[in-house]
């Protein structure tokens, strides 16, 4: 089926029909409320901090027209801005400086007759630019690659190791028959219901005792093993024929072989499903590496985000660019791995 046919026919046929605008603006407005803050939020990370303080806001990024205007200490760069004039009509002049509501304006061609302007008769001559600097200044001066690179490892050696625990795990409660089998399963599935506030004391005091502070692997081996992965694999490998182990088995082949050849590659949609819902965990992971990491090196991509926020003053512009450049690496797993979502959430029945 193409797609703009399929997307612009309408139940009436050449007509409107009133179900056909219903859905339009059904299909707009929910346009608006998923993609309208993610816009908002790339189009804010180019804008400088005067911008983001500007009320009411503006969408796109703007930045202020500036001339070389000679000065009594010497040329600067001044703010021009379109004035309006007592007499009537508007000029371009140039900002000296701002004392309250009155600014000291000189015309480009004579800087050295200045006037006097309420700041309510002028408006900025501004020009749509990208202040690229929010990207470029934390990686070169705040060593931001340091803590992008912490997050890669992090994310994807605990995904992995996650991966590997929580499939055998499965594997085992799936194909054994064991007496205690319904209990150990039961048990995963009930600490799910333990909020993460009651494991952090206990946590911590494991990864003490072990010399994993400040360590980063102390923010990975905590979290690989997952109840949620594990009851996900598991329904996953009940849909696997016994038969096909037993014949596995009669062909010699050992226990880890089934495992690894037959029974994690027929489980690869539900291991992708777990894949990305690991790397979106220990990517936007926060309080467990804040308590364990406090060397500034170790710090993950979320923790020195943090960093940018003092008591006194708080760098949006530095926040909302590192924040688009944290959501990159999980929307390209996503891309690579959506195609599995489907058939991974399908076979392991859940709803």
């Not at 046919?5 to 009133?18: C, E, S, Y």
């Not at 931001?144 to 994807?156: A, D, E, K």
Request: charged residues 15%.
């Amino acid at each position: 089926m193409r797609l703009i046919p399929f997307l612009t026919r309408r139940r009436g046929g050449k007509a409107w029909h009133w179900t056909d605008i219903v859905t339009w603006g059904w299909l707009a407005a929910g346009l608006v409320v998923i993609f309208g803050p993610a816009l908002w939020l790339l189009l804010s990370s180019f804008k400088t901090p005067a911008q983001l303080a500007e009320f009411p806001p503006s969408i796109l990024p703007y930045a202020s027209q500036t001339a070389l205007i000679e000065t009594r200490s010497g040329p600067k760069q001044l703010p021009l801005f379109t004035v309006d004039l007592p007499e009537g009509g508007t000029a371009v002049m140039a900002e000296l400086n701002r004392i309250g509501i009155m600014a000291n304006m000189v015309h480009p061609e004579t800087p050295e007759q200045v006037i006097k302007v309420n700041i309510n008769a002028r408006t900025p001559l501004r020009e749509i630019a990208f202040s690229t600097d929010n990207y470029t200044k934390p990686l070169k001066e705040f060593d931001f690659g340091r803590y992008l690179w912490n997050s890669v490892f992090v994310t994807v050696a605990a995904t992995l190791i996650t991966l590997i625990t929580n499939s055998m795990a499965a594997f085992a409660l799936s194909k054994y028959e064991f007496r205690g089998r319904n209990s150990v399963m039961l048990i995963i599935v009930a600490t799910l219901m333990i909020p993460l506030s009651v494991n952090l004391v206990p946590l911590y005091s494991v990864v003490s005792s072990l010399g994993l502070l400040n360590n980063l692997w102390g923010v990975i081996l905590p979290t690989v093993a997952t109840p949620t992965g594990v009851f996900m694999l598991r329904q996953y490998m009940l849909t696997i024929p016994d038969e096909l182990l037993e014949a596995a088995r009669m062909d010699k082949a050992s226990e880890w072989q089934i495992y690894w050849r037959i029974v994690l590659p027929l489980t690869a949609p539900a291991l992708a499903v777990l894949a990305i819902f690991s790397v979106v965990w220990r990517w936007n992971d926060f309080l467990w590496p804040l308590i364990v990491l406090s060397r500034k090196e170790l710090f993950t991509l979320q923790v020195g985000l943090n960093t940018f926020a003092g008591e006194l003053n708080v760098q949006w512009q530095f926040i909302l660019a590192m924040t688009v450049v944290s959501i990159i690496p999980v929307l390209i797993v996503f891309i690579f791995l959506q195609r599995f979502i489907t058939a991974g959430i399908a076979g392991t029945g859940l709803k």
